[in-house]
Each structure stands twice: as structure tokens, then as C-alpha cells.
């Protein structure tokens, strides 16, 4: 199986190199592509016709269509972007690739040729948005033109060669209706969110990894009304807000001799003068959260980021550490002042154990207590335990308190409805 494998890499590579000796590429590059993948088949086909190779014809069909992602798409990854089922492709090396399916991992038969192939394939994606990663930048993020998020990284950092991970998002996000459908969250949970983005509620999103903070983020900002201005700020444009009224701005990395690096942080306070009626930010991680509070306090109300914290007590802590990393001075009281008054509601995401991912709380901020920044949680999820079948079992809740933020919300013409909060929701 293996030499057969190595065969076929070899037979698609000879037939890459005989197209490409035989193609005008800078003709090529100027014409459509529908029309320049219509030269490129016609020359496959006269080539695979003009030699006797032992292939069947649809062996022939899947080496055409091979070639064709090899010289117009990204390879042996194209099958794989095709499959909407696919959450994360992951590529250790060149010669193992898993892939994520509704929370589980698998590996997959994909492999590269070489290093130097699945070099070629990371050059492609990062140089089509104006990225570059070479031995003196071997980390780079990058996005794919259906939005999904690139991080590649390469020797000498990664020890067994290339290594590449792909978040795919798609090219249409998931909705609210369908984090419902899937279990992530109740209708009353969503139904209070939409209420809280529509009078203007500043949100953080909390969770570890592939929890699904970014899907939700895109749900919530689909929350905010048409006629507001709204500015994005990401180090790799991954957002897709359906809005017209958005300005997306994205971090630029240090160029060769390590200058012209453009930070969030300077996205930040540079957006604070274009005007917007809210700062959506991709994921708070560093220096930048202490000027976002400072937005979210000055007029910027309906602010929305995301965090990666195991709880929303632990996403509070975070946040006032990295406002801390902006060596300002400022007095931690100070600090947990401007969380306390900056933010009104912290949701928290887990990816649990069977692969789903879920809501687990939704908790408001009610002020500062001494020493410590008080919180409700209005909506719970309660684990309780797993089936026959490894499936999670738990129930959502609702805390039946009337929230802090109930007035606004019915001040900004939102309906808060008592049933929302004794609400309780058996999976």
C-alpha cells in the first residue's frame, strides 16, 4: 500500500512538472480562472492521452483533478476543505494529517511529498494575504479566502518539519438557530444574548480551545443592529459579520528587518478615533485588554471579545492581568474597578468530553466588594454524568433572579421575559 502510494506521488509529480514546462504562467495569471483551469485540463488530458500510463480512466479523472489543486488550489488539503463535516485539519508532517469530525480526532490517508512540497502549500496560503514565513519568521497566522484560520510553523521551531493547523469556519458560519439545534445553548439563553447585544451590553466570550468562542462571537455580532458602526480588530481577519456598516482591521507582523510590526493594542486606541459605535475584538490576549476596558468605559458600550479562561472567574483574573502587562502603574483596585464597570456579562464555552460544545454559563457582573469583583450566574449547565453511548447528559438552568441589567434592557424596547430565567432544559 505504502509503494503504491509513493507511485502515485511520483506519477503526479512527473505530470506537475511536464504541465508546468508546458504553460505561458504569466499568461496564465492574466486570465480568468475558469478559463485558465479549462487550458490547464485540455493540456492534462493531450498529455495523459500522448503516454500509455497504466491508469485506469478514472484513475486518470482523480490524477487530473489532483493536478489541478496542485497547481491552482492547495494540494492534498483540497479534498479535505471540501468536507464540511471537518472542523480543524491538522498537519503534523508532511506525511501525517488528522482531522476533526464533531469533536473527535482521526487520521487521515492525505499525505505531502515531502517537506519541501508541504512548504509550497504554506507559502500559498500566507503570501495570499500579504503574510510570509521563512527561517527568520517561522511562526506565521494566516486565514483561507472562505475565512478559516492558518497557523503554520516550521524549522528550525518545529523539529520534524512543517507543521500546519487549519480552524475552518466556513464559508457559511454557523447561526444561532443552529447552536440551538445542536444543543450548544436554549432558545431563552439565546433569546437573553440577543437582548443584551441589542441594548448595548459589553460581552466577553470565555473558553479553552476549539470551544467555539469565534462561532459564537460571529452569532452575537449578527445581534448588532444595521445602522451601527462597527469596527473589528483580529491578527487574522477570521470574523464574517454580515453587517454593511463594518470597518475590519487586522495586526501586521515585523517585516524582514524586524520593524513595522502593528499591534491590537494600537488597533485599539486607533479605532477610538474612526468613530465607532462598537470595537468587536477576535480575542483579547495581551496589553491591548486594559485600552478595550477603557473603550468599553467611555462611551463604547456593546463592545464584544473573547478570552481563553477555563471559568468566568478565571476569564475576570486573566483579564486583569493582561490590563496589568500595559505597565501603566495602575493599582489592581483600580484595575478590577474598570472590569467591574466596563463589563456586564461573561459567557462561558467548554468543548466537553464527547466533542460537543456547550454553553455553561452565563454570568453578570453586579460591582466590587472589597477585594473581589461580584457575579450572578443567570444560566448553568449541570453535568450529570455520560450514557451508554459516551453522550453527555446535563441539564440547562436558569437561576430565577431577575438580572442587574433588566431596566436597560427594557429601556433600549428589549423584552425580558420571567420564563426565560426559571428556565430548565433536560439533554
Same mark, same amino acid.
Given at each position: ?118 512548504? +509550497?502549500?504554506?507559502?500559498?496560503? @500566507?503570501?495570499?494575504?500579504?503574510? +510570509? ?6 511562526? @506565521? ?88 458602526? @462597527? ?31 502593528? +499591534? ?15 470595537? @468587536? ?147
Amino acid at each position: 500500500m505504502a509503494a503504491a502510494a509513493v507511485s502515485y506521488q511520483q506519477l503526479k509529480s512527473d505530470y506537475h512538472r511536464r504541465v508546468l514546462e508546458r504553460l505561458n504562467l504569466a499568461q496564465l495569471d492574466a486570465m480568468p480562472e475558469a478559463t485558465a483551469r479549462q487550458e490547464v485540463v485540455a493540456l492534462i488530458r493531450s498529455l495523459l492521452a500522448l503516454e500509455a500510463a497504466p491508469l485506469s480512466l478514472a484513475e486518470r479523472e482523480a490524477l487530473g483533478r489532483d493536478l489541478l489543486d496542485e497547481i491552482f488550489g492547495f494540494g492534498p488539503l483540497e479534498p479535505l476543505l471540501r468536507d464540511s463535516t471537518i472542523s480543524d485539519i491538522l498537519v503534523n508532517r508532511a506525511d501525517q494529517v488528522y482531522v476533526e469530525r464533531r469533536g473527535r480526532l482521526s487520521k487521515t490517508d492525505v499525505a505531502f511529498r515531502d517537506d519541501a512540497h508541504l512548504m +509550497r502549500i504554506i507559502d500559498r496560503i @500566507v503570501s495570499r494575504v500579504g503574510r +510570509r514565513v521563512d527561517e527568520s519568521s517561522p511562526m @506565521v497566522d494566516a486565514r483561507l479566502p472562505d475565512g478559516s484560520r492558518v497557523n503554520a510553523i516550521i524549522p528550525p521551531l518545529a523539529l520534524d518539519g512543517p507543521c500546519m493547523s487549519i480552524r475552518r469556519f466556513g464559508a457559511d458560519p454557523l447561526t444561532g438557530a443552529k447552536l440551538v439545534e445542536h444543543q450548544a445553548l436554549t432558545p431563552a439563553m439565546l433569546e437573553f444574548l440577543h437582548c443584551c447585544v441589542a441594548a448595548r451590553q459589553n460581552i466577553i466570550i470565555s473558553g479553552g480551545t476549539g470551544a467555539g468562542k469565534t462561532t459564537l462571537l460571529n452569532v452575537l455580532s449578527g445581534f448588532i443592529p444595521e445602522h451601527e458602526r @462597527v469596527i473589528t480588530i483580529e491578527d487574522a481577519a477570521e470574523l464574517q459579520l454580515k453587517q454593511e456598516h463594518v470597518v475590519r482591521l487586522e495586526t501586521r507582523p515585523p517585516n524582514l528587518e524586524g520593524q513595522g510590526a502593528v +499591534r491590537q493594542r494600537q488597533l485599539v486606541m486607533n479605532s477610538l478615533r474612526m468613530r465607532p459605535d462598537r470595537i @468587536v475584538m477576535g480575542e483579547c490576549r495581551g496589553e491591548e485588554a486594559i485600552d478595550m476596558l477603557q473603550a468599553m468605559n467611555t462611551g463604547h458600550d456593546g463592545s464584544l471579545t473573547t478570552i481563553h479562561a477555563n471559568s468566568p472567574r478565571d476569564a475576570l483574573a486573566r483579564l486583569a492581568t493582561m490590563a496589568s502587562m500595559a505597565n501603566l502603574n495602575l493599582p489592581e483596585r483600580a484595575i478590577r474597578q474598570q472590569i467591574a464597570s466596563a463589563l456586564h456579562l461573561v459567557v462561558q464555552l467548554s468543548r466537553l468530553s464527547d466533542g460537543t460544545r456547550k454553553v455553561l454559563s452565563i454570568a453578570e457582573l453586579t460591582g466590587v466588594e472589597g477585594e473581589v469583583i461580584c457575579m450572578q450566574e443567570l444560566f448553568t449547565f449541570d453535568r450529570q454524568g455520560i450514557d451508554e453511548e459516551g453522550k453527555v447528559r446535563g441539564c440547562f438552568r436558569g437561576a430565577g433572579i431577575r438580572p442587574q441589567c433588566a431596566e436597560r434592557l427594557a429601556s433600549a424596547g428589549m423584552k425580558l421575559r420571567p420564563e426565560w430565567m426559571e428556565e430548565k432544559v433536560v439533554i
